[in-house]
């Protein structure tokens, strides 16, 4: 069993922690393949009803670890094209085809692969000390994990470039102004008001906020008719839900619905 993403379970949330501390959690493939288990135990297993993504020490994550990719050891370019396809592009894809909340807990810098993990994430928090860097520009490659997809998408070309181009780094307090993430937050906080978050996500009506998710994601590419037919079938779909009757049962007694995310 690898340490190098430490997994715990409690309320129904899977809380993943990056940890690598001393590389401020760069990527392995080791770390991948852990990472990855976890997002693939969270679909499987139902009593994970949501996902805390957070980091070790004092960043979140610096993207792909560079020691790995030594240019100077000789041989060969490496073959990024393989790791994308291997690593990066299905945990993106994982994060979201998951249809449970994925809350990411940015604890400190989230820079290259690093910080395009936490745009793919579905509710962000951020330190207030934390920083977002496209910092692919500074080592001549490409920002990927989504990023030319989700940066344009939440903040328009004109800033998704110069973020891109120039590779500097946004504080986590612009970040939330501009609507790349949720909310940045006091550093002492930011773990405890994530934790929260994901327990109270995690006794919501899952099934509910799984499609609740997956329509706001189909919207990217739907016209206003598929997306109003799509409503319209996934509403037919929550209201056969047990939570639904349970949460139209509560309202009408007055008391707190007790959600069982089916
Ligand atoms: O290769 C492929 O498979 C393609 C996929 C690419 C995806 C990508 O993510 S490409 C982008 C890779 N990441 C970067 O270019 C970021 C590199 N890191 C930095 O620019 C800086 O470390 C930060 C801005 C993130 C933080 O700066 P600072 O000053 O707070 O910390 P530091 O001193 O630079 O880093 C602390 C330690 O972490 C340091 O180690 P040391 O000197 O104490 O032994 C540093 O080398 C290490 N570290 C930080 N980032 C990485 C890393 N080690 C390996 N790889 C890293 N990405």
Redesign the pocket.
Known sequence: ESDTVLSAFADGVLTLTLNRP???N?FNEEMHLVLRAGFERAHADASVRAVLLTGAGR?FC??????D?DPRKGGAP?D?GR??ELF?NPLIRLIRILEKPVICAVNG?A????ANIALACDITLAARSARF?Q??A??G?VP??GGTWSLPRLLGEARAKALALTAEPLDAETAASWGLIWKAVDDAALLDEAKALATKLAAGPTKGLGMTKRAIQAAATNSLDEQLELERDLQREAGRSTDYAEGVAAFLEKRKPEFRGQ
């Open positions: 001393d590389k401020l760069a960043g610096a993207g792909q670890d560079l020691g990719r490496p990024l790791t994308i990066y810098v820079a290259g692969a690093g860097i910092a692919f500074k080592i490659l990927d994990s």
